[in-house]
């Protein structure tokens, strides 16, 4: 590599330089600082972000292909790098109380948290299978540390162990995939693949490579079949990496699906049959499991595999609108997933866990404003109009019935109907029964930020998704 | 162009929403909600003052885009079918208030914004000329229903309220792909009236149909997917009962008369005899259940089923007597159910009993309250001079020459609506006076007589001097009817 190349490459990857940089400096700072100067960890945790943000609005002119075509810095990771950010900085602004109520108080924290954005930053620019894994394997160590993280608490270890045992796997199964690929094609790149292949009836052997790495990925989303981690995960994990799992990593998880699946040697290959039936069963098996959960977090864990499904719904559609649709999708799940998960974070105060679906009885009577925000939040992931997941869920349909799906479209609505059954379950508790206790709410003015943030997102982009809408179409590649 | 009136019609509640927020004493948000309900009523006559009945062209236009990207905007407009209804919305969001005065007790800012927010989504439904527009109206409308019947209603109300609200949602989520499907093979525009001109082959045109009428059913409601009907009126306080009868099952009769019809005509023509079958069985059939009821709320919600189903034969008659004749009895479906569970509601709130054997001769306890239930009682039973004469007269002469058989069987609905009628008001307001004794009921005061009076003005008004109404339908009407036998007609 020539040194004008590698300070090309530096520049494209400027903003995960940051990120990375900022984390180890953060962990040796992270050292010294004193009891009751945490927040100091916070602001320079967001004071990081915001930096590597900045570096990633100023790349964003142009497409700059990286490190000799296994990382790419385009519009496409722009997007995604700012649903990481959003992720990232909101998990921040809810950790610190919640932190101080779990006695988490350590740097390694936050320094994890950052890392797992670097790994997600990764993913969402890589354009070869081993700047996958990288990026892939970064972001699933930090978060099983992260998930264990309550230390003193058995249900946390149970998932964090459960959740590397099963990790542990899945990237082997995709590792599995991935030398196949490179065995009979020659190459890790996704482009050179797609090359490699076109013209010739496409081999036996590479199919099943890319079943292998689809599974790999599919794990990581949560989607059917490999779902099984997600309640266990998200219900022992501490409430803000919940929060955070359910929104960062799961986007990141799509950005590679949107690279893989798109990619002329997925496309060439029927695949789409395949991730046709993956979303309908996980949407159909997170809708239905949902509606038995008594567990806040377990119904929440379930509600995302439902939208994990319908996501997917947008990667068989295919198409420049159907990667919009993806992409915007995520963008609006992560404000009200996170609205949600700020709410459920700020429930757990004293002797409250706030992880009951009872905890939340008469919620609207002693605390209006909370219960009417947590009302936006449900009726926006049930997707009611003026919010914004009806938009999200709008543009998916739309991108399906645009390709002659409509058939997938009526089974996705169907299943969403069932979906909302949970959520109006919720908003039933929280209006039409009755208070069993008084509970004071861990409400910070950070905590108070976030939720207003993500409130003004939720209505903001139902109300007005043009500007949104033409992001994400811009955003999306092969339009 | 001058004044947005139809936006000010529409955001006027809502507005008037935002400002109970910050209201801090019951009294004062009583008063505002009132307020900002008789403005709104006072726009939508000044509206109608200005509405030219000579067209059946939109009216009072405005168009703004909004999601350029689908070609989505924000577009308003009325014409002759819409007008009544946006009337009709503005009057009844008044009674709803004045009904609600006491009988809602806790949490009374809550339940009036809910109350306006529900107003002004009804609102926007009536006046939308771009289909995604009208989506979210129509589906937002879930919210402050689904909190005005679960959270004020009675003792069943949470399951009524899920009921209500997975029934809804249920039908409008295939309405939802219904449109897309339009909207990709209609040109890629949401507009109403271009969607309207289009000429889809008949496939899509039957599958649409379908697909849009699970939801129209689900609103207006037809048997079989009528049962989350009498659930929802039984636990809904007044006020939410009033709004169900008197505008929400409009919604579907409107659907098909916005949607339906136009968009698809040779689906509506092919499809015809079936949907006269489906509204001469829900007359029946919704007549043979109330004529079983002895809870008061119950019979109302039932007969409002068999009433319904004269709209829909009047609409599926696909002649001018029938479709006129429909749009009117929607409109005076509104005002008399609404009006009799406005009456069962008062009665309620001072007895808390809604069974009709616990009643008799309420006629010497309460005289004023059993000569209007008495009018309405007649309005109800469709007694030439009132107004239900009009609009079931015109809905049976409609049928007869689409279907014999099904005119006849409207027929029997009607003697079905007597029987009931008359025997709930035998035992309720003469009977022996002992029964109702007990309670001491005192008679209606001038805060119900307005809320009542109101109503009142119309029964009359449209059973003796009909031909205002009528004209203000009858240009849309006669369009309506050229595009579904596909003629042309001037403007």
Same mark, same amino acid.
């Given at each position: 590599?020539?040194?004008a190349?590698?300070?090309? %490459?530096?520049?494209?990857?400027?903003?995960?330089i940051?990120?990375?940089?900022?984390?180890?400096?953060?962990? #040796?700072?992270?050292?010294?600082?004193?009891?009751?100067?945490?927040?100091?960890?916070?602001?320079?945790?967001?004071?990081?972000?915001?930096?590597?943000?900045?570096?990633?609005?100023?790349?964003?002119?142009?497409?700059?292909?990286?490190?000799?075509?296994?990382?790419v810095?385009?519009?496409?990771?722009?997007?995604?790098?700012?649903?990481?950010?959003?992720?990232?900085?909101?998990?921040?602004?809810?950790?610190?109380?919640?932190?101080?109520?779990?006695?988490?108080?350590?740097?390694? !924290?936050?320094?994890?948290?950052?890392?797992?954005?670097?790994?997600?930053?990764?993913?969402?620019?890589?354009?070869d299978?081993?700047?996958?894994?990288?990026g892939?394997?970064?972001?699933?160590?930090?978060?099983?540390?992260?998930?264990?993280?309550?230390?003193?608490?058995?249900?946390?270890?149970? /998932?964090?162990?459960?959740?590397?045992?099963?990790?542990?796997?899945?990237?082997?199964?995709?590792?599995?995939?991935?030398?196949?690929?490179?065995?009979?094609?020659?190459?890790?790149?996704?482009?050179?693949?797609?090359?490699?292949?076109?013209?010739?009836?496409?081999?036996?052997?590479?199919?099943?490579?890319?079943?292998?790495?689809?599974?790999?990925?599919?794990?990581?989303?949560?989607?059917?079949?490999?779902?099984?981690?997600?309640?266990?995960?998200?219900?022992?994990?501490p409430?803000?990496?919940?929060?955070?799992?359910?929104?960062?990593?799961?986007?990141?998880?799509?950005?590679?699906?949107?690279?893989?699946?798109l990619?002329?040697?997925?496309?060439?290959?029927?695949?789409?049959?395949?991730?046709?039936?993956?979303?309908?069963?996980?949407?159909?098996?997170?809708?239905?499991?949902?509606?038995?959960?008594?567990?806040?977090?377990?119904?929440?864990?379930?509600?995302?595999?439902?939208?994990?499904?319908?996501?997917?719904?947008?990667?068989?559609a295919?198409?420049?609108?159907?990667?919009?649709?993806?992409?915007?999708?995520?963008?609006?799940?992560?404000?009200m997933?996170?609205?949600?998960?700020?709410?459920?974070?700020?429930?757990?105060?004293?002797?409250?866990s706030?992880?009951?679906?009872?905890?939340?009885?008469?919620?609207?009577?002693?605390?209006?404003?909370?219960?009417?925000?947590?009302?936006?939040?449900?009726? %926006?992931?049930?997707?009611?109009?003026?919010?914004?997941?009806?938009?999200?869920?709008?543009?998916?349909?739309?991108?399906?019935?645009?390709?002659?799906?409509?058939?997938?479209?009526? #089974?996705?609505?169907?299943?969403?109907?069932?979906?909302?059954?949970?959520?109006?379950?919720?908003?039933?508790?929280?209006y039409?029964?009755?208070?069993?206790?008084?509970?004071?709410p861990?409400?910070?003015?950070?905590?108070?930020?976030?939720?207003?943030?993500?409130?003004?997102?939720?209505?903001?982009?139902?109300?007005?998704?043009?500007? @949104?809408?033409?992001?994400?179409?811009?955003?999306?590649?092969?339009? | 162009?001058?004044?947005?009136?139809?936006?000010?019609?529409?955001?006027t509640?809502?507005?008037?929403?935002?400002?109970?927020?910050?209201?801090?004493?019951?009294?004062?948000?009583?008063?505002?909600?009132?307020?900002?309900?008789?403005?709104?009523? /006072?726009?939508?006559?000044?509206?109608?003052?200005?509405f030219?009945?000579?067209?059946?062209?939109?009216?009072?236009?405005?168009?703004?885009?909004?999601?350029?990207?689908?070609?989505?905007?924000?577009?308003?407009?009325?014409?002759?079918?819409?007008?009544? @209804?946006?009337?009709?919305?503005?009057?009844?969001?008044?009674?709803?208030?004045?009904?609600?005065?006491?009988?809602?007790?806790?949490?009374?800012?809550?339940?009036?914004?809910?109350?306006?927010?529900?107003?002004?989504?009804?609102?926007?439904?009536?006046?939308?000329?771009?289909?995604?527009?009208?989506?979210?109206?129509?589906?937002?409308?879930?919210?402050?229903?689904?909190?005005?019947?679960?959270?004020?209603?009675?003792?069943?109300?949470?399951?009524?309220?899920?009921?209500?609200?997975?029934?809804?949602?249920?039908?409008?989520?295939?309405?939802?792909?219904?449109?897309i499907?339009?909207y990709?093979?209609?040109?890629?525009?949401?507009?109403?009236?271009?969607?309207?001109?289009?000429?889809?082959?008949?496939?899509?045109?039957?599958?649409?149909?379908?697909?849009?009428?699970v939801?129209?059913?689900?609103?207006?409601?037809?048997?079989?997917?009528h049962t989350?009907?009498?659930?929802?009126?039984?636990?809904?306080?007044?006020?939410? %009962?009033?709004?169900?009868?008197?505008?929400?099952?409009k919604?579907?009769?409107?659907?098909?008369?916005?949607?339906?019809?136009?968009?698809?005509?040779?689906?509506?023509?092919?499809?015809?005899?079936?949907m006269?079958?489906? %509204?001469?069985?829900?007359?029946?059939?919704?007549?043979?259940?109330?004529?079983?009821?002895?809870?008061?709320?119950?019979?109302?919600?039932?007969?409002?089923?068999?009433?319904?189903?004269?709209?829909?034969?009047?609409?599926f008659?696909?002649?001018?007597?029938?479709?006129?004749?429909?749009?009117?009895?929607?409109f005076?479906?509104?005002?008399?159910?609404?009006?009799?569970?406005?009456?069962?509601?008062?009665?309620y709130?001072?007895?808390?009993?809604?069974?009709?054997?616990?009643?008799?001769?309420?006629?010497?306890?309460?005289?004023?309250?059993?000569?209007f239930?008495?009018?309405?009682?007649?309005?109800?039973?469709?007694?030439?001079?009132?107004?239900?004469?009009?609009?079931?007269?015109?809905?049976?002469?409609?049928?007869?020459?689409?279907?014999? /058989?099904?005119?006849?069987?409207?027929?029997?609905?009607?003697?079905?609506?007597?029987?009931?009628?008359?025997?709930? !008001?035998?035992?309720?307001?003469?009977?022996?006076a002992?029964?109702?004794?007990?309670?001491?009921?005192?008679?209606?005061?001038?805060r119900?007589?307005?809320?009542?009076?109101?109503?009142?003005?119309?029964?009359?008004?449209?059973?003796? !001097?009909?031909?205002?109404?009528?004209? #203000?339908?009858?240009?849309?009407?006669k369009?309506?009817?050229?595009?579904?036998?596909?003629?042309?007609?001037?403007?």
């Open positions: 590599m020539t040194a190349a590698l300070l090309q %490459s530096v520049l494209a990857s400027l903003p995960e940051v990120v990375v940089t900022g984390a180890c400096t953060l962990l #040796i700072l992270g050292q010294f600082v004193q009891k009751r100067q945490e927040h100091f960890l916070v602001w320079a945790s967001v004071a990081i972000v915001l930096i590597a943000a900045l570096a990633t609005l100023m790349l964003a002119g142009e497409v700059r292909p990286a490190y000799t075509g296994m990382f810095a385009d519009r496409f990771a722009v997007f995604f790098k700012f649903v990481f950010y959003l992720a990232t900085v909101l998990t921040f602004l809810l950790s610190r109380k919640y932190a101080d109520i779990e006695g988490i108080g350590s740097s390694e !924290y936050y320094v994890l948290l950052l890392f797992a954005l670097s790994g997600m930053m990764i993913m969402a620019s890589a354009t299978l081993m700047s996958i894994y990288v892939l394997e970064l972001v699933v160590l930090c978060t099983y540390v992260l998930t264990g993280f309550l230390r003193r608490e058995r249900r946390s270890n149970e /998932a964090a162990l459960k959740y590397v045992i099963l990790g542990a796997v899945s990237t082997g199964i995709f590792l599995y995939g991935v030398s196949l690929v490179y065995g009979l094609t020659g190459t890790t790149q996704l482009d050179a693949m797609a090359a490699a292949v076109t013209g010739g009836p496409l081999d036996p052997g590479l199919l099943l490579a890319v079943v292998f790495i689809v599974a790999g990925l599919v794990f990581k989303v949560g989607a059917v079949p490999f779902h099984m981690w997600v309640p266990d995960v998200y219900e022992g994990a409430t803000t990496i919940t929060a955070f799992m359910s929104v960062g990593p799961k986007a990141a998880g799509f950005a590679v699906i949107l690279r893989v699946f990619n002329p040697l997925v496309a060439a290959s029927d695949v789409w049959i395949i991730v046709a039936v993956i979303a309908v069963v996980t949407m159909a098996l997170g809708s239905f499991v949902a509606l038995v959960q008594d567990n806040f977090k377990r119904l929440l864990a379930y509600s995302s595999i439902a939208h994990a499904g319908f996501a997917i719904f947008g990667v068989v295919g198409g420049a609108d159907g990667i919009a649709s993806v992409m915007l999708y995520l963008l609006i799940y992560s404000f997933n996170l609205g949600i998960f700020g709410i459920v974070t700020m429930m757990r105060n004293g002797d409250f706030g992880e009951v679906i009872e905890d939340y009885a008469g919620l609207a009577k002693q605390h209006p404003g909370l219960a009417l925000l947590m009302l936006l939040y449900l009726f %926006s992931l049930a997707g009611i109009p003026p919010t914004a997941g009806f938009f999200a869920k709008f543009y998916v349909l739309a991108a399906l019935v645009e390709r002659g799906f409509v058939m997938l479209a009526v #089974i996705a609505v169907l299943l969403s109907a069932v979906a909302a059954y949970f959520y109006i379950r919720i908003v039933m508790v929280i039409m029964r009755e208070p069993e206790r008084t509970f004071d861990a409400l910070t003015p950070l905590v108070r930020a976030t939720l207003a943030f993500t409130a003004a997102g939720t209505i903001g982009i139902g109300l007005f998704p043009s500007w @949104f809408l033409r992001l994400a179409q811009h955003s999306a590649f092969g339009g | 162009m001058g004044l947005p009136l139809l936006s000010l019609i529409v955001f509640p809502a507005a008037g929403a935002a400002v109970l927020m910050f209201l801090r004493s019951d009294a004062a948000v009583r008063w505002v909600a009132l307020g900002v309900t008789v403005l709104d009523l /006072a726009l939508c006559i000044a509206m109608l003052a200005g030219d009945t000579t067209t059946h062209a939109m009216q009072f236009t405005e168009t703004r885009q909004w999601v350029p990207a689908f070609g989505i905007n924000y577009a308003l407009g009325i014409d002759g079918i819409s007008a009544l @209804f946006v009337f009709l919305t503005a009057l009844l969001g008044s009674t709803c208030v004045l009904a609600s005065w006491v009988a809602i007790d806790r949490k009374v800012k809550e339940f009036m914004v809910s109350l306006l927010a529900m107003e002004a989504l009804m609102l926007g439904v009536f006046c939308a000329l771009d289909l995604f527009l009208f989506y979210v109206f129509w589906e937002a409308m879930l919210i402050p229903m689904y909190l005005i019947i679960g959270v004020w209603g009675g003792d069943g109300r949470v399951y009524a309220a899920f009921k209500f609200f997975l029934y809804t949602l249920a039908g409008s989520v295939l309405f939802l792909v219904g449109i499907v339009l990709f093979n209609g040109g890629e525009t949401f507009d109403i009236l271009a969607l309207t001109a289009q000429d889809l082959p008949f496939g899509v045109q039957s599958w649409l149909f379908f697909a849009f009428l939801a129209f059913a689900v609103k207006v409601p037809m048997v079989p997917v989350w009907l009498p659930h929802a009126h039984v636990q809904a306080p007044t006020a939410g %009962s009033i709004i169900l009868a008197g505008v929400l099952l919604m579907g009769a409107y659907g098909f008369l916005r949607f339906s019809l136009p968009m698809l005509p040779d689906a509506s023509v092919y499809f015809s005899t079936l006269l079958s489906l %509204s001469a069985l829900a007359i029946v059939y919704g007549g043979l259940l109330a004529l079983a009821q002895d809870d008061l709320k119950k019979l109302v919600a039932y007969s409002s089923i068999s009433h319904m189903g004269f709209v829909t034969m009047g609409l008659a696909l002649n001018l007597r029938g479709l006129e004749g429909g749009i009117l009895q929607m005076n479906h509104g005002v008399t159910t609404g009006a009799l569970f406005l009456f069962v509601g008062l009665i709130e001072r007895t808390h009993t809604r069974s009709i054997a616990d009643y008799g001769g309420m006629m010497k306890a309460a005289p004023v309250y059993t000569a239930l008495a009018l309405f009682i007649l309005s109800s039973m469709a007694l030439p001079g009132t107004n239900s004469f009009v609009g079931e007269l015109l809905v049976l002469s409609g049928g007869f020459s689409a279907n014999l /058989a099904v005119g006849a069987a409207a027929v029997l609905g009607a003697l079905l609506g007597a029987a009931y009628l008359l025997g709930m !008001y035998g035992k309720v307001a003469l009977g022996p002992s029964v109702s004794a007990r309670f001491k009921i005192r008679d209606v005061n001038a119900e007589i307005a809320a009542i009076l109101s109503l009142t003005v119309f029964v009359l008004w449209v059973g003796l !001097y009909p031909k205002p109404f009528l004209n #203000i339908i009858d240009a849309s009407a369009h309506l009817l050229a595009q579904v036998h596909g003629e042309e007609s001037g403007p």
